[in-house]
């Protein structure tokens, strides 16, 4: 079974900018949700899609949105990049009903670089 | 508002040893806790879990321990291998709530 699927793996990009970074489940799974990892601020929820629609959202500007695809696929797009949105962008895959605490599985992550 | 808290960065521990990973939460709704594991440019790994209906779980030489009147849980591997080397988080979640609230990690240091 193939794991969950992030890409680019590296990304550079300039302030102001926009970005956009796709994330491909686990196969079967219906629930995506995206997280920035920061070294100061750790592990963060971004927000997460189930069945195409956004079901929780964590507490992170309007610049970052996001969207989920009938095949479960999912991006996330920030738009006018800043410095502080430097980070690492992980994705969660899981089947999304019941209890998902032994059934989230991370990609390896995006890792954003904004100069 | 840091609803979990890892207020260790770092700890170093010989092989063979006991390893002892804390974490403190503030949110008594939490349902579940859950240990992942994170090597550099890769993702978490889902490490071992426990309801707050316990106050202990074990797998192998992983070892979960909650005390919910303390609001503390911790991680205790045991014998600690050169493996174990990596950042560990700790996170919580509400029963519906798809949604992981993590620590800032412990970096462990499993030294030969």
């Known amino acids: 079974k193939a794991g969950v699927t992030q890409t680019p793996r590296y990304l550079i990009k300039t302030r102001g900018q926009q970005v956009t970074l796709s994330c491909s489940p686990i196969?079967?799974?219906?629930?995506v949700s995206w997280y920035q990892q920061t070294p100061g601020q750790g592990l963060q929820f971004l927000f997460e899609?189930?069945?195409?629609?956004?079901?929780n959202k964590g507490n992170f500007p309007g610049r970052f949105s996001g969207r989920q695809f009938s095949n479960s696929r999912s991006e996330m797009n920030v738009s006018t990049l800043e410095l502080g949105d430097s980070a690492l962008y992980l994705c969660?895959?899981?089947?999304?009903?019941?209890?998902?605490?032994?059934?989230?599985?991370f990609g390896q992550g995006t890792r954003l670089t904004v100069v | 508002d840091q609803q979990v808290k890892q207020n260790s960065p770092s700890l170093s521990v010989q092989e063979g040893r006991i390893s002892i990973l804390n974490c403190d939460y503030t949110?008594?709704?939490?349902?579940?806790f859950l240990w992942y594991k994170k090597y550099p440019a890769e993702g978490p790994t889902f490490l071992i879990s426990i309801s707050s209906i316990k106050d202990k779980n074990e797998d192998g030489r992983f070892t979960v321990f909650l005390n919910k009147s303390a609001k503390h849980l911790s991680l205790h591997i045991v014998p600690s291998q050169p493996g174990d080397s990596a950042v560990y988080f700790c996170a919580a979640l509400t029963q519906g709530a798809q949604k992981l609230v993590f620590g800032q990690g412990t970096r462990l240091t499993i030294n030969p």
């Open positions: 196969s079967g799974h219906r629930s």
């Open positions: 949110n008594s709704m939490f349902d579940y």
């Open positions: 899609y189930f069945s195409e629609t956004q079901r």
């Open positions: 969660a895959s899981s089947p999304g009903t019941g209890i998902m605490n032994t059934e989230a599985f």
